[in-house]
């Protein structure tokens, strides 16, 4: 054999050898740690099981316990840790305002009955309740639902059915609340307005005088009042009057605050 030729093969075959002999003592690579992860800190809050609609009594079957981040947890929220009887102390209680499921219960959305109607339950401390008659034409067409905020106007017609005689409209109320429309306090699933006979009110005792008197003297129409508009928590004491001669002819406008 060349001599040149065997020197390569010995070459070859102690690079060989000791690749290897590297191969069999290296062992596998060694991997980094991941560092732990911190556990997220939670709290159990009273929930809503179900969906709890507007007047309805709460029971227990509708109330459960369920863990929430603590860094979430408002301190309106009411916490197992605090109050772990919530559910049985609030057994009582009827929805002011209504409740989706998994939604954080919050007791200034609920109202203690104590043996009385959903309606004296959800009144505010000074308040009355009063209901006037309405149809579609004086009720915005049936798109007043209950908690929505309108105007009360007094419309009154002067002397006969002549085409000289005259009529009077008066904005006597602004910015009430309505509680019920016909003895219903929330809104049918699906249904976006309520046609109704009669509207309960949320007045002041001063306001409640002044409406029982209207209703004698002629028609009370409902104006809704935008969300945006009503949020801006005009006076309620504004009166508005407006005297319109029949066929447009002339028309004069006053307002006091």
């Known amino acids: 054999m060349n001599p040149a030729r065997l020197v390569v093969l010995i070459i070859a075959l102690g690079a060989g050898g000791v690749a290897a002999w590297l191969a069999s003592t290296s062992g596998p690579t060694p991997t ?16 809503a099981k179900a969906d709890i609609p507007l007047g309805q009594k709460v029971d227990a079957g509708q109330l459960q316990w369920q863990s929430w981040p603590a860094s979430a947890a408002s301190s309106n929220f ?40 959903f309606m004296a339950a959800i009144l505010p401390a000074g308040m009355r309740a009063i209901s006037i008659e309405i149809s579609p034409e004086t009720g915005a067409g049936g798109f007043i639902l209950p908690n929505d905020r309108v105007d009360v106007i007094l419309s009154r017609r002067k002397g006969g059915d002549d085409t000289h005689t005259g009529a009077s409209s008066e ?38 005088e002044s409406l029982a008197r209207a209703k004698q003297t002629g028609t009370l129409s409902l104006a809704l009042r935008s969300i945006a508009d009503a949020a801006t928590g005009e006076d309620d004491a504004r009166r508005s009057s407006v005297n319109v001669v029949r066929f ?10």
Do not use: Y
């Open 32 to 47: 980094a740690k991941a560092p732990p992860q911190q556990q997220l800190k939670t709290v159990e809050v009273l929930v």
């Open 78 to 117: 009411i916490r197992r840790s605090d109050r772990p009887d919530a559910i049985k102390q609030l057994g009582d209680s009827i929805a002011r305002s209504p409740f989706v499921a998994g939604e954080p219960i919050r007791e200034t959305k609920l109202v203690t009955a104590k043996g009385s109607g």
């Open 171 to 208: 904005i006597i109320l602004t910015n009430v609340r309505v509680l019920a429309i016909d003895q219903k306090p929330g809104e049918k699933e699906g249904q976006n307005t309520v046609v109704g006979k009669t509207a309960t009110l949320e007045l002041r005792p001063d306001q409640a």
């Open 248 to 257: 447009g002819v002339s028309t004069t406008s006053t307002m006091t605050k």
